[in-house]
């Protein structure tokens, strides 16, 4: 499986962005996905979590309500839709996959396919 971001760039602050995901290689309707981000000098971070049909997501406390993850299976994509964004979601963005119809416990979601990232800026 190959995963492949975009999207990112320089956003003001309380601006929005549209991440997308493009999976190749095998379908996406038995993976769970996720998306997490690496600032400088910080470790990776969760963000959040959806199950491989998208009934279920699960997102870390600070983005809750100003980020929301998607997916169309059809499409092989995966989504992460950021909005009233802040100066400290400044990271690189990953989407991963684990060949899992639900999200795993444990660190990092148990994902273990992972992408190149996108990197995502905001600053006035």
């Known amino acids: 499986l190959r995963l492949v971001e975009s999207g990112g760039g320089l956003v003001q602050p309380g601006g929005s962005l549209n991440l997308s995901c493009a999976a190749s290689?095998?379908?996406?309707?038995?993976?769970?996905m996720g998306w997490f981000r690496q600032a400088p000098g910080k470790e990776r971070e969760d963000i959040t979590c959806?199950?491989?049909?998208?009934?279920?997501?699960y997102y870390a406390d600070g983005v809750k309500g100003r980020f929301t993850v998607s997916r169309d299976n059809a499409k092989n994509m995966l989504y992460l839709q950021m909005n009233s964004l802040k100066p400290e979601d400044t990271a690189t963005y990953y989407c991963?996959?684990?060949?899992?119809?639900?999200?795993?416990?444990?660190?990092?979601?148990?994902?273990?396919?992972w992408g190149e990232g996108t990197l995502v800026t905001v600053s006035s």
């Open positions: 991963a996959a684990v060949p899992s119809t639900r999200c795993r416990t444990g660190p990092k979601y148990g994902m273990n396919f």
């Open positions: 290689g095998s379908t996406l309707d038995i993976y769970a």
């Open positions: 959806i199950n491989a049909n998208g009934d279920m997501t």
